[in-house]
């Protein structure tokens, strides 16, 4: 490697690295983020560059913050800068989430952590409603939209399969933009694509645990969860609390909301289920599962990128899924409000919550910091 070259991996590793550490907020925060530091601080491309990349990243399933930050480091450093952009954007999140995994299942038990994420969790519900409003006022432009939304909520309450949602809108949407266009011959191509990514398998039995279950189950939600990280939601209850019984809703709301108060994305939260379900090799499983993926695709789409900005059928593929993420989002957010809100406090709380995330935008980690200090407060009261 060239000096120049070595220079600008080292820009690229130490700028990703100090952003998953010192960043919270969600993937338009952490986008914004590096915006700010790669088009307006170190001129590495320019705007329409960079919206360029933002559009096409939101073509491909994965976390978009991640992904973001490897085809950042591609631009800048080739591909070691995009191996080491993506891994050290998501390394400070991963090992704060595994250290409070682990004190999670050490302490967990005891009442003063009880007490913390008493106040937490209806905060959680906050943020997520705040997100599923912002990206709704995006994502449904019209009555169809709205009620394409509104039939995978109903559809995802009734336990029908969250991919085979997505599929159904993408069909929908693909559909609806075409149909005055020539008959949606190639639609069958786009939704086909998340169960083309990976093979169906075997579900494990209820309750019974295996480390090839938890690696195939994150895998599958790593290659087809498009949308917000908070879609992730609806697929980890999905796949770990109804299908193989592994986790409660209770347990999952706890991963969320530990993945909120750790730098970096909320796809962490997948290390702290695989700490709580198969210990350190579980951990290391489920991160790689859930992580892996998304390298993948930012390195096909960077073959790819003309083709996705242009077509159109990639556009109303991709609209199609973002709606019925919101509807997914919105079922899930139903479930985790029953298990989280629990009580006249923490009905409050919640209200309260999201009163201050929609009209001052305040920080979610803020949030939660303040939830959790409430939490303990109203529980020490209560002796």
């Not at 193989?244 to 809703?249: D, V």
């Not at 790819?304 to 593929?317: C, I």
Request: proline share 4%; net charge positive; glycine share 12%.
């Amino acid at each position: 490697m060239t000096h120049v070259g070595s220079r600008r991996l080292r820009e690229v590793a130490l700028l990703f690295l100090k952003i998953g550490a010192t960043s919270f907020g969600g993937p338009a925060a952490y986008i914004a983020i590096m915006q700010r530091e790669t088009v307006r601080r170190r001129r590495w491309l320019d705007e329409q560059e960079f919206l360029d990349l933002v559009g096409a990243t939101n073509l491909i399933p994965g976390p978009n913050a991640t992904e973001m930050a490897s085809h950042l480091g591609l631009r800048r450093a080739g591909w070691s800068g995009f191996a080491s952009a993506g891994t050290l954007f998501t390394l400070p999140g991963v090992l704060a989430t595994l250290a409070l995994a682990w004190a999670y299942v050490r302490y967990g038990g005891l009442p003063q952590t009880s007490w913390l994420l008493y106040g937490i969790k209806p905060v959680v519900i906050a943020i997520i409603l705040q997100a599923l409003w912002d990206l709704g006022r995006k994502a449904i432009t019209g009555p169809a939209a709205a009620l394409l939304a509104v039939a995978v909520f109903g559809l995802y309450l009734g336990d029908l399969d969250e991919v085979l949602l997505l599929a159904l809108g993408a069909a929908a949407m693909v559909t609806i933009r075409s149909w005055r266009r020539r008959p949606p011959g190639g639609a069958a191509a786009l939704v086909a694509l998340p169960f083309a990514q990976v093979p169906p398998a075997p579900l494990a039995a209820a309750g019974g645990f295996s480390q090839f279950g938890l690696l195939w189950g994150f895998l599958k939600i790593g290659c087809v969860l498009y949308g917000s990280g908070y879609v992730l939601i609806a697929l980890l209850r999905s796949e770990f609390v109804v299908r193989r019984a592994w986790l409660t809703s209770q347990q999952l709301l706890d991963a969320i909301a530990v993945g909120h108060t750790t730098p970096g994305p909320l796809f962490s939260s997948a290390t702290f289920v695989g700490f709580l379900l198969g210990g350190w090799s579980g951990a290391l499983l489920a991160t790689l599962g859930i992580f892996l993926p998304s390298f993948v695709f930012v390195a096909l789409l960077s073959r790819l990128m003309g083709w996705t900005s242009r077509s159109p059928r990639a556009r109303a593929f991709l609209d199609g899924v973002n709606v019925s993420s919101l509807g997914l989002m919105a079922g899930a957010t139903w479930q985790l409000g029953r298990a989280g809100i629990v009580d006249a406090f923490t009905l409050a709380l919640a209200a309260g919550a999201l009163l201050l995330v929609c009209r001052y935008r305040i920080g979610s980690a803020w949030l939660i910091l303040g939830g959790a200090t409430l939490g303990i407060g109203v529980r020490l009261l209560q002796g």
